[in-house]
């Protein structure tokens, strides 16, 4: 099952690099396994966690056989101008800049996300 693409719609989103990344993927052996993640279901299908090179270059669009970097970029940029902001994008942040560890507690002994108001 194709599984899309990584969104390049945040600030230093790159999807020539992008592209340049999954290329060095996908000259391994086709029946080597892909583990991916952050799959969204999109259009009620089933999430996809697992895949090979064989079935991304089979089936994805944006990467299959004969996408060159200029189209993926293209297709990649449009895509992510039509997408809405993930409902999980702030909290994910604010973990994913910890390197995955979730804030220290406070005095209450709870974790807790936060967001500032007044910067905006």
């Known amino acids: 099952m194709a599984a899309g693409t990584a969104r390049v719609g945040f600030p230093d989103g790159d999807a020539g690099m992008l592209d340049r990344s999954i290329q060095r993927i996908l000259v391994l052996p086709p029946e080597t396994r892909l583990f991916v993640g952050h799959d969204d279901g999109p259009g009620g299908r ?5 895949t090979t090179v ?9 990467v299959r056989q004969g996408i060159d970097e200029a189209t993926f970029v293209e297709m990649r940029t ?16 604010q ?11 406070d005095a209450d002994g709870r974790v807790y996300l936060r967001l500032p108001v007044d910067s905006f």
């Open 46 to 50: 089933d999430y996809c966690w697992e």
């Open 54 to 62: 064989a079935a991304q270059l089979a089936e994805n669009k944006p």
């Open 78 to 93: 449009t895509r992510d101008r039509e997408l809405s902001v993930p409902g999980l994008l702030l909290p994910a942040l």
């Open 95 to 105: 973990i994913n800049i910890r390197g995955g560890h979730l804030p220290t507690a």
